[in-house]
């Protein structure tokens, strides 16, 4: 009779972060801030991130969640309102 192996599940810790994008300067890349990824609005293809979540209110934009791909970190970006007031 084979004895069964007892597999160890490992749990993996999710860590969030809050990004303000009012406080960044130039065009709006920023590291990770875990691992220091460069996560940049002008990536279309989700290679270093991929948007998980997006939250409106009244038809804008308030909060984008998207996760890290290198450290899968899940990053808050709020501070849209400034973005609202720059139209």
Known sequence: MEKK?????KTKLLLEYKVDLARLEGSGDFPCPKCGAKLSPED?????YSIKEIKT???????????CHRCESLIHLA?????????
């Open 79 to 87: 501070g849209f309102k400034l973005l609202d007031s720059l139209e």
């Open 5 to 9: 192996k007892k597999r160890k599940m």
């Open 57 to 67: 209110r009244r038809d804008r934009l308030e909060e984008l969640v998207i996760q």
């Open 44 to 48: 279309e293809t989700e290679a270093t």
